[in-house]
């Protein structure tokens, strides 16, 4: 460090102060460094948060909960293969070796785009760049009242009701002697024929036909009914047509699961689902009914278009620039669940995992490159390939060039999942 021209003796105070402020400034302990604000823990933020490890930022990282959930597991959860433990890690521990990094348990509340801060409900948050990935909820299409019979699959709590309203299933027919009581005890019915509801199903059929089959006296669990209804032509429906075929035959004749699809459900109550399909109409009595037909963005979405005054779509998704920034707010990102963006493959980009995590990585990219004055391209999402698992052992994967099911299926899923 160069010496600064010679004070008085009477500056001589200051001469040192300033030597001290140039040094700390030399080590970064009292620059004032670019704050990087990331509300949400899931895939999409916490990537983003590990890609800025070592960036001259300091990254504050905002959740309700403090442990990043991997969701792609959760129904072994709710069906009783895994625990809550096996799928959830702390943020803490998971960013414990980045230093520029801190995590807070808190909600956030009110973005304030004037200021940039983020108003949480104890406190606030400044940013120089902010990223929002806050996700999804569960979407009943306007008949909220429906998630009281049906719960959806987007949380630990989720899965661990679903769990019990299963197992609670099998015990309350134990102990049940009304036979077609017992019908309605042991009829599960999952809606939904995307990958998290096929899941459901041939697992649901796995411990109805194997896990359970000799732990009951008086019901036999293998005469569950498992009925999945969705209201397009073929489960699966972002997988190629074969795939999809080779997943119905698989649960149909693998797990025993009732395939219904072109099904519309028009009522969920207590013990009945009420499907309709043109002008005919079913009534399925069932206890347990499971919803896995669609979810729509956090409230955060709402809260973000009514203060930026910015465009939404029907599932209240933000409609970002081609960078993940919000439109006339070049330092807001929205990433995963919560995004809606127009790619060339997909219109718009599914939210899935592998989505979120490279719209995470990408935009803190982007805050690397913008701090050095450099551009950075639009985000384009790289399809490495879609799979779904289908009960013990059985699976099917879409990489575009490669298409594959059965064991073989399940055993890429497996390394894919482990990794």
Request: proline share 5%; charged share 25%; glycine share 8%.
């Amino acid at each position: 460090m160069e010496e600064g021209p010679k004070w008085s003796s009477a500056e001589g105070t200051g001469v040192l102060v300033c030597r001290y402020l140039v040094i700390e400034r030399d080590f970064g302990a009292m620059v004032d460094r670019h704050k990087v604000v990331i509300i949400g823990g899931g895939f999409g933020g916490l990537d983003a948060a590990r890609a800025l490890k070592n960036a001259p930022v300091d990254v504050t990282l905002i959740d309700r909960r403090n442990y990043h959930l991997f969701q792609p597991l959760l129904y072994q959860v709710a069906t009783g293969a895994l625990s809550p433990a096996d799928i959830a890690s702390p943020l803490r521990h998971i960013l414990r070796k980045q230093k520029n990094t801190r995590v807070l348990l808190a909600e956030a509340v009110e973005i304030d785009t004037e200021s940039r801060k983020v108003r949480l409900k104890d406190g606030e948050a400044p940013y120089d760049s902010l990223v929002i990935a806050a996700g999804a909820q569960n979407y009943y299409f306007g008949h909220d009242h429906w998630g009281e019979y049906a719960p959806g699959l987007k949380t630990i709590e989720d899965a661990t009701r679903i769990r019990r309203r299963i197992l609670m299933a099998f015990e309350e027919a134990e102990k049940e002697t009304d036979p077609d009581r017992i019908r309605v005890l042991l009829t599960f019915v999952v809606i939904g024929g995307g990958p998290t509801g096929v899941e459901l199903a041939g697992t649901l059929g796995e411990i109805a036909f194997d896990a359970l089959r000799r732990d009951f006296r008086r019901i036999d669990p293998a005469k569950a009914r498992i009925i999945l209804i969705d209201s397009l032509e073929r489960i699966l429906p972002t997988y190629h047509p074969t795939l999809s075929a080779r997943a119905t035959r698989a649960l149909e004749k693998k797990f025993k699961v009732t395939v219904k699809t072109g099904w519309m459900v028009s009522e969920i109550n207590a013990d009945t689902v009420t499907i309709k399909r043109g002008e005919e109409t079913e009534n399925i009595r069932a206890r347990s009914v499971l919803w896995a037909a669609g979810v729509k963005a956090s409230p955060m979405g709402n809260l973000l278009s009514r203060r930026a005054r910015i465009e939404t779509d029907r599932m209240g998704r933000i409609k970002v620039n081609s960078d993940l920034s919000v439109p006339g707010y070049p330092e807001i990102f929205v990433v995963g669940d919560l995004a809606y963006l127009n790619d060339r493959e997909w219109t718009p980009l599914p939210g899935t995992a592998p989505v979120a995590k490279q719209e995470g990585q990408y935009v803190a990219r982007l805050i690397r490159r913008r701090l050095k004055g450099k551009a950075t391209g639009p985000f384009h999402f790289r399809n490495f390939g879609i799979m779904a698992t289908i009960g013990k052992k059985y699976a099917v994967a879409d990489f575009g060039f490669l298409k594959i099911s059965g064991y073989i299926g399940w055993l890429a899923w497996l390394f894919v999942h482990l990794m």
